[in-house]
């Protein structure tokens, strides 16, 4: 399999996903902002949407969502339990955590990313997010993980989304809960061998 992410970009999530999994894999840098590949290839040409994260598979198929992405990556080693059943509560509770981190999350983030975004649009973005913040870190109150005590991929998600916060000046540090579990996550070997590889950590 081919991982192409951009560095500290929600690809993270992925990369974290595959370390956890213990997949074998190739990690091919594509960057944001310049969409070109170590080898000069243009990005576009293999995803046509230009983002980041894409897994393409040894037969060549290809996946371009993150959720979409690490849900497989979960299926391939069930044993890691990575992701509940398919067709379980539980999966459909993974579904939703994927789907909230994504759209009440992820896409808030965007707008203080993004230079010349008006003050007014990114006050708004960043009240959206506290408020989103606080609600999740309710919910980890008393727990480990997102579903329990055991680590799923929404967990790397959802690290890999809080991890801007300080790049935009974002402040979390009143959430207790959110900020024992991004500890807990970070002291994660995969996690740990993930952000050296985009080289978020010093080696």
């Not at 956890?20 to 902002?33: D, R, V």
């Not at 790397?156 to 979390?172: E, M, Q, R």
């Not at 900020?179 to 080289?199: D, N, S, Y």
Request: include cysteine; glycine fraction near 8%.
């Amino acid at each position: 399999m081919k991982l192409y992410y951009s560095q500290g970009a929600c690809s993270l999530s992925a990369h974290i996903a595959l370390y956890e999994a213990g997949l074998t894999f190739e990690a091919i840098p594509a960057p944001t902002k310049t969409h070109k590949l170590p080898d000069g290839t243009d990005f576009y040409n293999i995803n046509p949407l230009g983002y980041v994260p894409l897994l393409e598979l040894d037969d060549g198929r290809r996946l371009h969502e993150g959720p979409a992405i690490v849900q497989y990556i979960a299926d391939q080693v069930p044993e890691k339990n990575l992701a509940p059943a398919n067709g379980t509560f539980e999966r459909y509770k993974l579904q939703e955590w994927l789907t909230f981190i994504g759209t009440e999350l992820h896409k808030n983030f965007a707008p203080l990313f993004k230079p010349g975004t008006p003050v007014e649009t990114k006050a708004a973005a960043s009240d959206q997010l506290k408020s989103r913040l606080a609600w999740v870190d309710g919910e980890l109150a008393g727990k480990d993980y997102l579903l329990g005590d055991h680590f799923s991929v929404a967990d790397g998600y959802l690290f890999n989304v809080t991890n801007w916060a300080h790049l935009v000046g974002l402040d979390i540090s009143g959430f207790a809960n959110l900020l024992a579990f991004r500890a807990r996550v970070a002291a994660r070997p995969a996690v740990i061998t993930a952000m050296k590889a985009e080289g978020l950590l010093i080696r």
